[in-house]
């Protein structure tokens, strides 16, 4: 992600956005507004919704924050400006994410046996989203940090993956 400060004060951001593995999360692991385990058609579907819309907005917002947080550290964007930024990212994913979420708890409405494959790609969705939420948490620390994150993992023995400045696989491994 980068983020520039135009000449009318504006601020250009190239984000990551989220994906559907936010919906596919949502679904999967969906709050349980009414009965306990009912799976009846209009309360599984109005579930899925919110899980899903709650899981695009806290996802984006997270996302935003870890983005922008290296332009709030050299100072190139006020507090105020990051907020605004991560307010109108999580409002924006979530406003994005109505049709995906939207079919998703109509089809889970529809035909609620489909929850146990709903709740498999809860999971899938989940590792998705921690992977490229540590992989954006990554960049947004300073060189110094990850310089010492990288000396303390070597002196209690964990290689690093190469893209968190691990020695590089050798050759046929």
Sequence with gaps: MSIQRNSDGSYTI????????AAAFGAGFAPD????GSLSGIETAGEVATGGFLSYAIYSAVMAALETTPARRAGEIT??????????????ATKTSVPTVLILAAV???????APVAGIGGLVGGGVMAVRLV????SALSEDQRQAITVKATEVG????????????????
């Design 14 to 21: 190239t984000p990551r956005k989220p994906g559907v593995e």
């Design 158 to 173: 964990v290689d690093l993956p190469e893209e968190f400045g691990g020695a590089p696989a050798p050759a046929g491994a």
């Design 135 to 138: 992989r954006t948490g990554w």
């Design 108 to 114: 889970l409405g529809i035909c609620p046996w489909l």
């Design 33 to 36: 507004l009414g009965d306990p």
């Design 79 to 92: 507090a105020a400006e990051q907020r605004e930024v991560i307010m109108n990212r999580a409002w924006e």
